[in-house]
């Protein structure tokens, strides 16, 4: 247990169907981000929210669409998918403490999109 | 970010020690170096962090030498829990916190055999 929960762990959906993600830490971390990662390739940073406010969005298709109503919850709504967004999406969080780089990530939401 | 560079695989046996070697030729002068590990369907998991020189914790050993233009990773004598993905990271946290990018690569495959 990393102290970050995902949930669902496991979703199907059709490319008209409306869903979504939801992460939250317990941690009292100020920093969250979401992640993708495809099968055999590396994870790519999707969003970054720091106390609430999102600074990154590393140029991710308009069909998903984070939400942090606080600092321990996100989610990820996801509309209109297509099968390549199949994959396992990670959420993760941190707490700047003197230079550490050191995320701690949920269990992921293995999503496949019919 | 700086660019790194690691086998893509590496086989060991129970009871050796494993050293996976990162390069990052154009790291910066602010960057540290961390390293994460991912079990399949899992979120990836911090396991050390360094500037320069050694470092050591209860898990794993990273050695950096004096130009850090490279460093090792070494996990003394492991077992067959340790196969895994293991990523090596270059980076300054504090921009990182602050909206940078957390660039995971290609990473290695540690395949640990009986």
């Known amino acids: 247990e990393t102290g970050v929960t995902q949930t669902p762990r496991h979703l199907v959906m059709g490319m008209t169907n409306k869903k979504s993600l939801k992460c939250e830490q317990h941690l009292g971390h100020n920093a969250m981000y979401w992640y993708k990662q495809s099968a055999k390739k590396p994870l790519e940073l999707m969003f970054v929210?720091?106390?609430?406010?999102?600074?990154e969005n590393n140029s991710v298709p308009s069909r998903f669409s984070p939400e942090c109503p606080n600092s321990s919850h996100l989610f990820l709504h996801l509309h209109t998918l297509q099968p390549e967004d199949s994959a396992l999406y990670l959420c993760?969080?941190?707490?700047?403490?003197?230079?550490?780089?050191?995320?701690?990530f949920g269990p992921g939401t293995r999503l496949t999109v019919t | 970010l700086a660019k790194t560079t690691q086998p893509i695989s590496m086989d060991s046996y129970e009871g050796q020690e494993v050293n996976i070697t990162c390069s990052h030729n154009n790291i910066a002068t602010n960057d540290y170096i961390t390293w994460y590990q991912q079990f399949p369907s899992q979120g990836p998991r911090f396991i050390i962090q360094?500037?320069?020189t050694k470092v050591t914790n209860e898990v794993a050993s990273l050695f950096i030498p004096a130009d850090r233009k490279s460093s090792t990773l070494s996990l003394p004598r492991v077992s067959l829990s340790d196969t895994a993905v293991y990523y090596c990271?270059?980076?300054?946290?504090?921009?990182?916190?602050?909206?940078?990018?957390?660039?995971f690569g290609q990473g290695t495959e540690l395949s640990v055999k009986p």
């Open positions: 993760a969080s941190s707490q700047e403490t003197g230079g550490s780089y050191e995320q701690y």
């Open positions: 929210y720091n106390f609430k406010e999102q600074t």
């Open positions: 360094g500037y320069k």
């Open positions: 990271l270059v980076g300054d946290p504090r921009i990182y916190n602050q909206g940078g990018k957390l660039i």
